[in-house]
């Protein structure tokens, strides 16, 4: 192979293409999204399942709309851009550089595709990502849960998001910030630790075996198929953790910290949620995850693809595409 064929985009490169198109992805995938959160959020640790306001993922979807409309719908779309930039651009960006060097210290090749190295640079470059982007994804939570007509669990009412920020800042402190953070890294390092080895291991069977050509769209649209299908089976507890963590209400200490009044950790309140919910109280909200996580995984990694092809295209010529 060429040295011009060889050629790779530079981190910051990938960052800015993994960026626009977890944009693009999330734009479609926000309205489940919000589904999701509130559904999770429903009959939160109570023994007989509470109040149930909404029956399953396309009723949620159906009420919001019907009772807040297009806004509803796309409640958190702003944050949730700003978001999804360092997450995806962080996971997208860092995950060949993590995997490359992890290979060569244990004496492997890099460009050696091993499950192991794999799982861990996914789950290293997710880390990254959901540090990074936590004031955000808190942000994008807590407006998600708001419902005017139809409020569950802790409802905050923010203008904007730059009103939650200072909210948050002017209430909380930075402690408000980094919130949930922790949750945040056990449900993005789940998720991502799977997402980019399961589409790369599809995507080259299918290349690899003659089934699909590398640079189709149709290539892409499979491996992505596959790869948010197993994001959602492994990320859902965590999520579901994420979700209550960020939207708890909080309590103010004798000592001046303000902490949340129902959960220490993520492991507090997966342990808290089967106790007096059942194990099914961690899949709450799973039809709308899936709803929600494999078309949004689908467009993610499908227009990463295209997007770098295109950039590539413009910036060095077809040769280096």
């Known amino acids: 192979m060429s040295s011009v064929s060889q050629r790779q985009l530079s ?6 293409c993994g960026g626009l198109a977890a944009c693009i992805a999330v734009t479609i995938s926000n309205p489940a999204e919000v589904a999701k959160t509130r559904l999770q959020l429903q009959g939160e640790l109570a ?10 993922a396309f009723d949620a979807m159906i009420k919001t709309w019907k009772n807040e409309g297009f806004r509803g719908m796309q409640r958190g779309l702003a944050v949730a851009y700003a978001y999804q930039i360092p997450l995806n651009g962080s996971r997208l960006s860092f995950y060949e550089p993590f995997r490359r060097t992890i290979n060569r210290a244990f004496g492997w090749a890099a460009t050696e595709q091993i ?18 982007g936590n004031p955000l994804f808190l942000v994008k939570a807590r407006m998600q849960a708001y419902s005017p007509a139809l409020p569950i669990g802790t409802q905050r009412h923010y203008k904007s998001s730059f009103d939650a920020l200072t909210t948050i800042w002017r209430t909380e402190g930075i402690r408000g910030y980094v919130r949930g953070m922790d949750a945040a890294i056990l449900r993005t390092a789940m998720g991502s630790s799977v997402q980019l080895p399961t589409y790369n291991w599809t995507k080259n069977q299918l290349v690899g075996r003659g089934i699909l050509p590398g640079d189709s769209v149709w290539t892409f649209l499979a491996s992505s198929s596959v790869s948010g299908i197993c994001v959602c089976l492994v990320m859902q507890p965590a999520d579901t953790a994420l979700t209550r963590m960020y939207n708890q209400p909080t309590t103010k200490l004798p000592d001046g910290r303000i902490v949340g009044a129902l959960y220490k950790s993520p492991i507090d309140c997966l342990w808290k949620t089967v106790q007096t919910e059942g194990i099914l109280g961690w899949y709450k909200g799973s039809l709308a995850h899936f709803l929600r996580i494999t078309p949004h995984t689908i467009v993610t990694l499908t227009m990463n693809d295209v997007i770098r092809n295109i950039y590539k295209n413009l910036a060095w010529g077809p040769s280096y595409v």
């Open 11 to 16: 981190t910051t490169e990938s960052f800015l």
């Open 115 to 132: 499950p192991v190295t794999s799982l861990a640079a996914g789950a290293a470059s997710g880390t990254v990502g959901a540090i990074i």
């Open 47 to 56: 023994k007989n399942g509470g109040l149930k306001v909404y029956n399953n």
